[in-house]
């Protein structure tokens, strides 16, 4: 199993789809270098195997409600 990160060059800031989805992850990504300035980048990571009794499924099959604004 593998999810992709986001994380700044310049400081500690990071999103990964572990904690949000894609399209949420941009927007933090593009928030954080427009607040800053600062430059992101992004790798995948393969999550470790090694049972840690966390259930991650849910962010696969959790299309972003439709919220109007
Ligand atoms: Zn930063």
Redesign the pocket.
């Known amino acids: 199993m593998s999810y992709f990160v986001n994380y700044?060059t310049?400081?500690d800031?990071s999103a990964s789809t572990q904690a949000c989805t894609r399209s949420e992850q941009s927007g933090l990504a593009i928030a954080?270098h427009v607040a800053?300035g600062?430059d992101i980048a992004g790798e995948r990571r393969a999550t470790e195997p090694s049972g840690t009794g966390q259930e991650t499924g849910w962010a696969t099959e959790w299309p972003p409600p439709s919220e109007d604004s």
Do not use: K, L
């Open positions: 700044c310049e400081c800031w954080h800053t600062h």
